[in-house]
Antibody, heavy 118, light 109 residues
Framework: EVQLAESGGDLVQPGGSLRLSCAAS????????MSWVRQAPGKGLEWVAN????????YYVDSVKGRFTISRDNAENSLFLQMNYLGVVDTAVYYC???????????WGQGTLVTVAS | DIQMTQSPSTLSASVGDRVTITCRAS??????LAWYQQKPGKAPKLLIY???SLESGVPSRFSGSGSGTEFTLTISCLQPEDFATYYC???????????FGQGTKVEIK
């Protein structure tokens, strides 16, 4: 059974940092593009970043470029999101999800809540 | 970046109704269009990919159509469990942002 489990969400002050993790199981992790998608409270979905199966390429939404870094450890079946210089606008539930071929986000984790507030 | 515009933002319908949601892309996305359903407090669920391919396990009352820049999601006979928010998403290229539409909330009339 495919499972994605996010962790690391917390309350952090503006300007702070946080590292999210996503533990994957039930599929060949190294075959899939992986992404982070976020959803601010009461708002819509926003794709944040993705990473190539071998980790050699990463892409970001403009609003997080230079602040967030997506990475992966295929040996540990894990996806990460390092978030620096957090602002109130980054408050959201962060989901990890996977893509292969023509099929976009077919499995999602349960999400982890990041709250940026003083 | 490619912008995705959904309409309507809210839709009131009754069980048994045929419902159509439209999604327009700011430029051609070559059918790289997906539809998701989201219920409160839950992760989104993939319904349709590549504009018209039904994801495994999704009921056949859901269908997608369109090409280029204009796409639709149709629910042929609305069921009680279908009241939710629906999002379109373009995934035209890995090297550019994969944008979502703003969502369409399907409410009970």
């Amino acid at each position: 059974e495919v499972q994605l489990a996010e962790s690391g969400g917390d309350l952090v002050q503006p300007g702070g940092s946080l590292r999210l993790s996503c533990a994957a199981s039930g599929f060949i992790f190294s075959d899939y593009w992986m992404s982070w998608v976020r959803q601010a409270p009461g708002k819509g979905l926003e794709w944040v970043a993705n990473i190539k199966p071998d980790g050699s390429a990463t892409y970001y939404v403009d609003s997080v470029k230079g602040r967030f870094t997506i990475s992966r450890d295929n040996a540990e079946n894990s996806l990460f999101l390092q978030m620096n210089y957090l602002g109130v606008v980054d408050t959201a539930v962060y989901y990890c999800t996977r893509t292969v071929g023509a099929t976009p986000f077919d499995y999602w984790g349960q999400g982890t809540l990041v709250t940026v507030a003083s | 970046d490619i912008q995705m515009t959904q309409s309507p933002s809210t839709l009131s319908a009754s069980v048994g109704d045929r419902v159509t949601i439209t999604c327009r892309a700011s430029q051609s996305i070559n059918n790289w269009l997906a539809w998701y359903q989201q219920k409160p407090g839950k992760a989104p669920k993939l319904l349709i990919y590549k504009a018209s391919s039904l994801e495994s396990g999704v009921p056949s009352r859901f269908s997608g159509s369109g090409s280029g820049t204009e796409f639709t999601l149709t629910i042929s006979c609305l069921q009680p469990e279908d009241f939710a928010t629906y999002y379109c998403q373009q995934y035209n290229s890995y090297s550019v942002s994969w944008t979502f539409g703003q969502g369409t909330k399907v409410e009970i009339k």
